[in-house]
């Protein structure tokens, strides 16, 4: 199994920044992809930004040039730099981690962002 711990949300005004951290614990052999999520009240949980263990990055149109993944594989910790942060960017956020992206069974319980107007 593997564990992922979240830290690092809170609350900011618009236009401010956050770093979110992620540590992963346990199995680290079945992480190669790690990756942030984002879930709001009453809508459905997104990608938001994931990372390879060679650095390769994809992210969610509506963060592109605002938040930046970042990894740390000696710590196995992964990072999210939130910068110029909008109220629409208020929500759970996630940590997610797998083999692959498109099998990612592990995730953290979350930490809440949220961004004042």
């Known amino acids: 199994q593997v564990q992922l711990v979240e830290s690092g949300g809170g609350l900011v005004q618009a236009g401010g920044s956050l770093r979110l951290s992620c540590a992963a614990s346990?199995?680290?052999?079945?992480?190669?992809?790690m990756g942030w999520y984002r879930q709001a009240p009453g809508k459905q949980r997104e990608m938001v930004a994931i990372i390879t263990n060679g650095g390769t990055t994809n992210y969610a149109d509506s963060v592109k040039g605002r938040f930046t993944i970042s990894r740390d594989n000696a710590k196995n910790t992964v990072y999210l730099q939130m910068n110029s942060l909008k109220p629409e960017d208020t929500a759970n956020y996630y940590c997610n981690a797998g083999r692959a992206t498109t099998l990612m069974p592990y995730w953290g319980k979350g930490t809440l962002v949220t961004v004042s107007s």
């Open positions: 346990g199995s680290i052999s079945r992480v190669n992809v």
